[in-house]
């Protein structure tokens, strides 16, 4: 399947039906929930720590490791902002999803992709990370305080992804491995997610 197809259908997910992203939970509020929340669910954890991967596995410069973790970073405060201003995003679930099972993917065939291209990619994605952040927050919780926790969690999560990147480089194909499994787990959460 072609590269431009993939973002198609992406924005398609984001724009079509209903959105079930993280609905059911009980509402969160503050600083520690909003950390707590990327760290708490397998699928933001996957999705996060595999930018930071992939970012230290395409990236040679050292100073523009932090380009793709940065770009999901921007990306995941606006969708959280949607969401806590009560626009709709459907198909954040199947979005979500598929961040996953794509930066399992990317990480599995060391994919190497223009910057911007890259960073609209991660970026779509983020956005349906942070609109599920968003839709957690409590009506009527400040949130300035929940979406610094849950930027910091990601900036930690995404260091840590860094890091376990440079490391998975000194094994040689051990990073598809990685990959592989992430890649795996993507379409366990797309079944569920239909």
Same mark, same amino acid.
């Given at each position: 399947?072609?590269?431009?197809?993939?973002?198609?259908?992406?924005?398609?997910?984001?724009?079509?039906?209903?959105?079930?992203?993280?609905?059911?939970?009980?509402?969160?509020?503050?600083?520690?929930?909003?950390?707590?929340?990327?760290?708490?669910?397998?699928?933001?954890?996957?999705?996060? /720590?595999? !930018? %930071?991967?992939? +970012?230290?596995?395409?990236?040679?410069?050292? @100073?523009?490791?932090?380009?793709?973790? *940065? #770009? $999901?970073?921007?990306?995941?405060?606006?969708?959280?902002?949607?969401?806590?201003f009560?626009?709709?995003i459907?198909?954040?679930?199947?979005?979500?999803?598929?961040?996953?099972?794509?930066?399992?993917?990317?990480?599995?065939?060391?994919?190497?992709?223009?910057?911007?291209?890259?960073? /609209?990619? !991660? %970026?779509?994605? +983020?956005?349906?990370?942070?609109?599920?952040? @968003?839709?957690?927050?409590?009506?009527? *919780? #400040? $949130?300035?305080?929940?979406?610094a926790?849950?930027?910091?969690?990601?900036?930690?999560?995404?260091?840590?992804?860094?890091?376990?990147?440079?490391?998975?480089?000194?094994?040689?194909?051990?990073y598809?491995?990685?990959?592989?499994?992430?890649?795996?787990?993507?379409?366990?959460?797309? /079944?569920?997610?239909?």
């Amino acid at each position: 399947m072609r590269l431009k197809y993939v973002i198609l259908l992406l924005i398609q997910f984001l724009c079509a039906g209903q959105s079930v992203a993280h609905t059911g939970f009980h509402p969160v509020e503050g600083f520690a929930s909003g950390f707590a929340h990327p760290l708490t669910g397998a699928d933001h954890l996957a999705a996060m /720590v595999c !930018v %930071g991967v992939w +970012a230290a596995l395409v990236t040679v410069e050292a @100073g523009r490791l932090w380009r793709l973790p *940065a #770009a $999901f970073m921007v990306a995941m405060m606006l969708g959280g902002a949607l969401a806590a201003f009560g626009v709709e995003i459907a198909g954040a679930e199947p979005a979500i999803a598929a961040s996953v099972l794509a930066l399992g993917l990317f990480v599995l065939g060391k994919v190497r992709l223009s910057g911007a291209l890259a960073a /609209v990619i !991660v %970026g779509l994605f +983020a956005v349906a990370h942070g609109y599920a952040h @968003g839709l957690e927050m409590a009506q009527g *919780a #400040a $949130f300035s305080a929940y979406a610094a926790g849950f930027v910091i969690a990601t900036g930690l999560l995404h260091f840590l992804g860094i890091v376990l990147g440079r490391c998975l480089l000194r094994v040689p194909g051990l990073y598809r491995v990685a990959g592989g499994a992430v890649g795996m787990f993507g379409v366990l959460l797309l /079944v569920q997610a239909w």
